[in-house]
């Protein structure tokens, strides 16, 4: 498992390496997210081959779950 409550800005070059870190049905958690940038950071996780499972909104604050799915990572 990974959680991580960092801005967007870094997430951008992290999220692409969190597969390669992760087990097969592994997990992320990020949080902190502004509700306005969410679309952009699910959309990293979509290119890295992650699949959000869970978004948990709490006014303006977003926090995604992400999973890797099973198989080998590109």
Known sequence: ?????ILPDVLERLV???PHVLAE????????ILL????????WLTDAG???????TD????????TRPDGEVA
Request: hydrophobic share 50%.
């Open 16 to 18: 692409p390496e969190v």
């Open 59 to 66: 006014g303006k604050w977003v926090a995604l779950l992400a």
């Open 50 to 56: 992650l699949v959000v499972t869970t978004t948990i």
């Open 25 to 32: 049905r592994g997990k992320l958690i990020l949080s902190g």
């Open 36 to 43: 306005a940038k969410e679309p952009r950071v699910r959309q």
């Open 1 to 5: 498992m990974v959680l991580a409550n």
